[in-house]
């Protein structure tokens, strides 16, 4: 559907910082600290934000950028279905292509408005002008060679010249200091009308040390610095008077001390196997952490059925990790894509982990391990995100309550003036001072 403007814009430009994993058990501390506590006040804000269904990343941010629920943009999962591959050396889906509606950043380009992309998910080949996709070689590949390919590559050396000492690969928080880095640069250089920006310190920070350590408090210090950084380019840039910043989460973690091998209890019952020296599958579980697929062969109905009679025999063991087994119908009450019939629910304190092991269960606390995770239902209690949406034509110090993941990016286009309505949420005609 075409995209139009609409009435006047609320600002011209929107700057959208995707603060990965932050949710509402970080609000209390966010909300006090300087540069948060301070968009607040003249903003609208919200720890009411429900996710979507699987809460994973590329998922979640497909709805942002769409303002649809996974069951219509085509993003089921962070990664295509790869069985046996290790979880490093999946293809994820890292372009835009697989996107099967259209994007609030797509939108602004035909309105001829100016765009920008840091490490936004699902953007490689995109129509964004300023891009640095997030994407990742994998063996054999050069990783300067495919952000070229996959984003703006004279914009991708500039950012990598100027800036690429700070980074260490990955690593944290040089990773995110480096993208925070490039969109001030860009906001004081380019003035874009769109800028979307993804910082992963927050989310990695919960995975490696779970959800309420030190570290992740300390992650919260550094965000809000960075923040700080983007609020101070808006204002040398000369734009913050017209200038909207939008800070949000996608998801939260839940501590985990279980992990679960789903596809152990499928080799078990024959339906992984072995031939000429390859593994196989008639049934096979694709995970997310707090959820599972069931993928069965096309045709092979018992082998669903022998696939849910082993998960149902795992359920009746007292320990079970299996909270739930979602079929159709409450799938699509959920919205979640029409990519298998079958999901599995975790409990809290498991995750799903679809490498074969020779346990099913495995103790993480017995090893020493601390980690968190996401992917579970948005319904689970504590786990909904956070949202400050911050500008002179913005309702000062107003708060939101209970608002949906879809209804993002048609307020995206509401404050740019685009007509982005087309999709399953809703303008938050509230937020807007009159």
Same mark, same amino acid.
């Given at each position: 559907?075409?995209?139009?403007?609409?009435?006047?814009?609320?600002?011209?430009?929107?700057?959208?910082?995707? =603060? +990965? !994993?932050?949710?509402?058990?970080?609000?209390? #501390? &966010?909300?006090? @600290?300087?540069?948060? *506590?301070?968009?607040?006040?003249?903003?609208?804000?919200?720890?009411?934000?429900?996710?979507?269904?699987?809460?994973?990343?590329?998922?979640?941010?497909?709805?942002?950028?769409?303002?649809?629920?996974?069951?219509?943009?085509?993003?089921?999962?962070?990664?295509?279905?790869?069985?046996?591959?290790?979880?490093?050396?999946?293809?994820?889906?890292?372009?835009?292509?697989?996107?099967?509606?259209?994007?609030? =950043? +797509? !939108?602004?380009?035909?309105?001829?408005?100016? #765009? &920008?992309?840091? @490490?936004?998910?699902? *953007?490689?080949?995109?129509?964004?002008?300023?891009?640095?996709?997030?994407?990742?070689?994998?063996?054999?590949?050069?990783?300067?060679?495919?952000?070229?390919?996959?984003?703006?590559?004279?914009?991708?050396?500039?950012?990598?010249?100027?800036?690429?000492?700070?980074?260490?690969?990955?690593?944290?928080?040089?990773?995110?200091?480096?993208?925070?880095?490039?969109?001030?640069?860009?906001?004081?250089?380019?003035?874009?009308?769109?800028?979307?920006?993804?910082?992963?310190?927050?989310?990695?920070?919960?995975?490696?040390?779970?959800?309420?350590?030190?570290?992740?408090?300390?992650?919260?210090?550094?965000?809000?610095?960075?923040?700080?950084?983007?609020?101070?380019?808006?204002?040398?840039?000369?734009?913050?008077?017209?200038?909207?910043?939008?800070?949000?989460?996608?998801?939260?973690?839940?501590?985990?001390?279980?992990?679960?091998?789903?596809?152990?209890?499928?080799?078990?019952?024959?339906?992984?196997?072995?031939?000429?020296?390859?593994?196989?599958?008639?049934?096979?579980?694709?995970?997310?952490?707090?959820?599972?697929?069931?993928?069965?062969?096309?045709?092979?109905?018992?082998?669903?059925?022998?696939?849910?009679?082993?998960?149902?025999?795992?359920?009746?063991?007292?320990?079970?990790?299996?909270?739930?087994?979602?079929?159709?119908?409450?799938?699509?009450?959920?919205?979640?894509?029409?990519?298998?019939?079958?999901?599995?629910?975790?409990?809290?304190?498991?995750?799903?982990?679809?490498?074969?092991?020779?346990?099913?269960?495995?103790?993480?606390?017995?090893?020493?391990?601390?980690?968190?995770?996401?992917?579970?239902?948005?319904?689970?209690?504590?786990?909904?995100?956070?949202?400050?949406?911050?500008?002179?034509?913005?309702?000062?110090?107003?708060?939101?309550?209970?608002?949906?993941?879809?209804?993002?990016?048609?307020?995206?286009?509401?404050?740019?003036?685009?007509?982005?309505?087309?999709?399953?949420?809703?303008?938050?005609?509230?937020?807007?001072?009159?």
């Amino acid at each position: 559907m075409e995209s139009t403007m609409s009435e006047a814009p609320a600002a011209k430009h929107l700057i959208v910082v995707s =603060y +990965d !994993a932050f949710s509402e058990d970080n609000w209390e #501390t &966010a909300s006090r @600290l300087p540069n948060l *506590s301070k968009l607040m006040k003249n903003g609208a804000y919200s720890n009411r934000l429900k996710s979507v269904y699987p809460t994973l990343t590329y998922v979640v941010h497909t709805t942002i950028a769409t303002g649809m629920y996974p069951d219509k943009h085509g993003i089921h999962h962070n990664n295509p279905l790869q069985p046996f591959v290790p979880e490093e050396d999946q293809h994820w889906f890292w372009f835009r292509e697989a996107v099967k509606t259209p994007t609030i =950043y +797509d !939108a602004a380009r035909k309105q001829g408005m100016s #765009t &920008a992309g840091i @490490l936004w998910p699902v *953007s490689g080949k995109s129509s964004i002008q300023y891009n640095i996709p997030e994407i990742r070689a994998l063996k054999g590949e050069n990783q300067a060679l495919k952000v070229l390919r996959s984003g703006s590559p004279v914009y991708c050396i500039q950012m990598e010249m100027k800036h690429g000492r700070i980074r260490q690969g990955i690593e944290q928080p040089y990773l995110d200091d480096f993208s925070t880095q490039c969109a001030v640069d860009t906001i004081k250089r380019k003035k874009p009308n769109l800028l979307m920006m993804h910082l992963i310190d927050l989310d990695d920070a919960k995975h490696m040390y779970g959800t309420d350590s030190e570290e992740v408090h300390e992650v919260l210090l550094r965000m809000d610095h960075r923040l700080g950084e983007i609020m101070q380019a808006v204002e040398d840039a000369g734009i913050k008077d017209d200038t909207v910043l939008m800070v949000q989460g996608d998801h939260g973690q839940f501590n985990v001390r279980y992990k679960v091998h789903l596809n152990t209890l499928l080799q078990a019952k024959g339906l992984i196997y072995e031939e000429n020296g390859e593994l196989r599958w008639r049934a096979f579980f694709q995970c997310g952490g707090g959820s599972a697929y069931l993928h069965v062969r096309p045709g092979d109905e018992e082998a669903e059925a022998l696939a849910l009679a082993a998960v149902e025999e795992y359920m009746n063991n007292g320990a079970s990790g299996v909270e739930s087994v979602y079929d159709r119908d409450k799938l699509d009450r959920m919205h979640a894509s029409p990519y298998t019939r079958i999901m599995l629910e975790a409990r809290l304190g498991y995750c799903f982990d679809e490498s074969l092991d020779e346990q099913v269960v495995v103790d993480l606390k017995a090893h020493g391990i601390r980690y968190a995770t996401h992917g579970y239902s948005p319904d689970k209690s504590g786990y909904r995100c956070n949202i400050v949406i911050s500008g002179a034509k913005i309702k000062h110090d107003f708060a939101i309550g209970d608002i949906e993941m879809v209804d993002i990016a048609p307020t995206m286009g509401r404050i740019l003036g685009i007509d982005f309505s087309h999709g399953d949420g809703r303008v938050l005609e509230e937020i807007f001072a009159k």
